[in-house]
């Protein structure tokens, strides 16, 4: 591979956005071997998110580097343990859990000793706006020690009949026991979460909690810089939800080196790795969950991709301005426009499209088209588009596929 210039400290603004799109595996081939799994731990953390438009957005997010992987495969990647040791007496171990980290958040299952400082954290804060009875807590742990893995409802149930957040006092138990680190998230079902004794749960290499603070932030913020390439302090510390602070109390020693960004004007840092060799390879194209990690914080992506990308779904309807789940379009590195989706039956229908420009048409056709056919869509109706000119090639190209 070609090696990047030796005044590796200072990059342009070209050389930052194509060494991000190859650190969040859009540049090159995508690794297929790895599948799934591959995508995760490349990643670190996959969003979860209630909202499902054309998919969830932990299925969106391998797609959007995979190509058309099935939804199954995904779900079975990210949930399904892997085999009982070959003597049979080995419990099965899983490859990922889900606790908190930029959000709700799947994680590989070799991190669950770095967030140890966060489950110490919980530990030791006010317990907020749920209070819990004498003995509730001791309840629940004792029922998933004889009965679990459990879902809340088995449990007993997760909500009082109250809105949304009124949770019964099994759910606030378990809650709380899950942000301890007593109890861990090893699957979802039904889009419930199905909770287990983490002592039960996870493999005993990975088990302890005896890393202090300064080494689990040290190997999130060395995670975060590795998965975004290169970042401000900002970038780094918003992608495992870390406060500023403790990024700069580690990462003189976490393994990033210090760079300067073609009009950044933010102090910043990068992989090693990431600056060793030239990012090459084919572009991916494709829609971008508002959930990927390519695009999580705000400011990054207007400085990366000189593109504004907010998730209206929270925005009341009048006020919203490109739909309620407004997915970018990514194609030759750039993000070129957005598309509003949804399903009827057998047919997506783009609501509302907004492309930057008239060469964004070809790639919108075929980011439609081949995200229509993954969740199993025959047809594609294109209702608003920003540039009404835009509309009937648009409607054109996608004829042609």
Same mark, same amino acid.
């Given at each position: 591979?070609?090696?990047?210039?030796?005044?590796?400290?200072?990059?342009?603004?070209?050389?930052?956005r194509?060494i991000?799109?190859?650190?969040?595996?859009?540049?090159?081939?995508?690794?297929?071997?790895?599948?799934?799994?591959?995508v995760?731990?490349?990643?670190?953390?996959?969003?979860?998110?209630?909202?499902?438009?054309?998919?969830? /957005?932990?299925?969106?997010?391998?797609?959007?580097?995979?190509?058309?992987?099935?939804?199954?495969?995904?779900?079975?990647?990210?949930?399904?343990?892997?085999?009982?040791?070959?003597?049979?007496t080995?419990?099965?171990q899983?490859?990922?859990? =889900?606790?908190?980290?930029?959000?709700?958040?799947i $994680?590989?299952?070799?991190?669950?000793?770095?967030?140890?400082?966060?489950?110490?954290?919980?530990?030791?804060?006010?317990?907020?706006?749920h =209070?819990?009875?004498?003995?509730?807590?001791?309840?629940?742990?004792?029922?998933?020690? /004889?009965?679990?893995?459990?879902?809340?409802?088995?449990?007993?149930?997760?909500?009082?009949?109250?809105?949304?957040?009124?949770w019964s006092?099994?759910k606030?138990?378990? =809650?709380?026991?899950?942000?301890?680190g007593?109890v861990?998230?090893?699957?979802r &079902?039904?889009?419930?979460?199905?909770?287990?004794?983490?002592?039960?749960?996870v493999?005993?290499?990975?088990?302890?909690?005896?890393?202090?603070?300064?080494?689990?932030l040290?190997? *999130?913020?060395?995670l975060a810089?590795?998965?975004?390439?290169?970042?401000? &302090?900002?970038?780094?510390?918003?992608?495992?939800?870390?406060?500023?602070?403790?990024?700069?109390?580690?990462?003189a020693e976490s393994?990033?080196?210090?760079?300067?960004?073609?009009?950044?004007?933010k102090?910043?840092?990068?992989?090693?790795?990431?600056?060793?060799?030239t990012?090459?390879?084919?572009?991916?194209?494709?829609?971008? /969950?508002?959930?990927?990690s390519?695009?999580?914080? &705000?400011?990054?992506?207007?400085?990366?991709?000189?593109?504004?990308?907010? $998730?209206?779904?929270?925005?009341?309807?009048?006020?919203r301005?490109?739909?309620?789940?407004a997915?970018? *379009?990514? /194609?030759?590195?750039?993000?070129?426009?957005?598309?509003?989706?949804?399903r009827?039956?057998?047919? $997506?229908?783009?609501?509302?499209?907004?492309?930057?420009?008239?060469r964004?048409?070809?790639?919108?056709?075929?980011?439609?088209?081949?995200?229509?056919?993954?969740?199993?869509?025959?047809?594609?109706r294109?209702?608003?588009?920003?540039?009404?000119?835009? &509309?009937?090639?648009?409607?054109?190209?996608?004829t042609?596929?």
């Amino acid at each position: 591979m070609t090696t990047m210039p030796a005044a590796t400290t200072e990059l342009s603004a070209d050389e930052a956005r194509r060494i991000a799109l190859r650190a969040q595996g859009f540049l090159g081939a995508p690794d297929r071997r790895g599948g799934v799994r591959g995508v995760l731990r490349h990643l670190g953390a996959v969003q979860l998110d209630t909202i499902s438009v054309l998919a969830r /957005s932990h299925e969106l997010i391998p797609y959007a580097r995979l190509g058309a992987v099935g939804r199954r495969t995904v779900e079975d990647a990210y949930w399904t343990p892997a085999p009982a040791g070959t003597s049979g007496t080995s419990p099965a171990q899983p490859h990922a859990f =889900e606790y908190w980290s930029h959000a709700a958040c799947i $994680l590989p299952i070799e991190e669950w000793p770095h967030f140890a400082f966060r489950r110490r954290a919980y530990r030791a804060r006010p317990h907020w706006y749920h =209070e819990l009875a004498d003995g509730a807590y001791e309840t629940v742990i004792k029922q998933l020690e /004889s009965e679990g893995p459990l879902t809340a409802t088995e449990l007993g149930g997760a909500k009082n009949g109250g809105p949304w957040w009124d949770w019964s006092e099994a759910k606030v138990a378990v =809650e709380r026991a899950l942000m301890y680190g007593e109890v861990v998230c090893t699957e979802r &079902r039904s889009w419930k979460r199905v909770y287990d004794l983490a002592e039960r749960a996870v493999p005993d290499e990975f088990l302890h909690d005896d890393l202090d603070d300064t080494e689990c932030l040290r190997r *999130l913020v060395r995670l975060a810089g590795q998965s975004l390439g290169v970042g401000t &302090r900002a970038d780094i510390a918003d992608y495992h939800r870390l406060k500023g602070e403790q990024v700069d109390a580690v990462i003189a020693e976490s393994g990033l080196v210090p760079v300067t960004v073609e009009g950044w004007g933010k102090p910043a840092w990068a992989d090693p790795e990431a600056l060793a060799t030239t990012p090459r390879g084919r572009h991916r194209t494709t829609l971008l /969950s508002p959930f990927d990690s390519l695009i999580w914080e &705000r400011a990054r992506t207007e400085r990366i991709f000189g593109f504004t990308h907010r $998730l209206e779904a929270y925005v009341p309807k009048p006020k919203r301005v490109y739909g309620y789940f407004a997915m970018p *379009l990514l /194609s030759g590195g750039k993000l070129l426009g957005r598309v509003d989706p949804a399903r009827e039956g057998k047919t $997506l229908v783009a609501k509302h499209v907004s492309l930057e420009t008239p060469r964004a048409v070809e790639p919108m056709a075929q980011a439609l088209r081949e995200a229509a056919e993954w969740v199993g869509c025959s047809d594609v109706r294109v209702e608003r588009v920003d540039a009404p000119a835009l &509309r009937g090639p648009l409607v054109d190209a996608l004829t042609a596929l």
